[in-house]
């Protein structure tokens, strides 16, 4: 069983930076990707940013050019620096890995961006 444990939510002002770590431990088979959805109430979960196990990465249309993913591959962690906030960048946000057993969510931490 994976488990990931998520840190670096908070609150922030509009215009602000934040950085979102996310470990990843336990019987952890071939990673194929670790990464960040985000959901906000009534919306669906969307994709941030995922790191594949290639190098390549996938981003969301709205955090492109403001946000970055890394990964550490020797540690299992992923990581998520985001720049330049938005109100609308306001939500849950969960950590996500991906194996060949499927895939396995962070429980989320909260990010509130204040205008």
């Known amino acids: 069983q994976v488990e990931l444990v998520e840190s670096g939510g908070g609150l922030v002002q509009a215009g602000g930076s934040l950085r979102l770590s996310c470990q990843a431990s336990?019987?952890?088979?071939?990673?194929?990707?670790m990464g960040w959805y985000r959901q906000t109430p009534g919306a669906q979960r969307e994709l941030v940013a995922v790191?594949?196990?290639?190098?390549?990465?996938n981003y969301g249309d709205s955090v492109k050019g403001r946000f970055t993913v890394s990964r550490d591959k020797t540690k299992n962690t992923v990581a998520l620096q985001m720049n330049d906030l938005k109100s609308e960048d306001s939500g849950v946000y969960f950590c996500?890995?991906?194996?060949?057993?499927?895939?396995?969510w962070g429980q989320g931490t909260q990010v509130t961006v204040s205008s």
């Open positions: 996500i890995i991906l194996t060949s057993r499927g895939p396995t």
């Open positions: 790191e594949l196990s290639g190098g390549g990465k």
């Open positions: 336990g019987s952890i088979s071939r990673i194929e990707g």
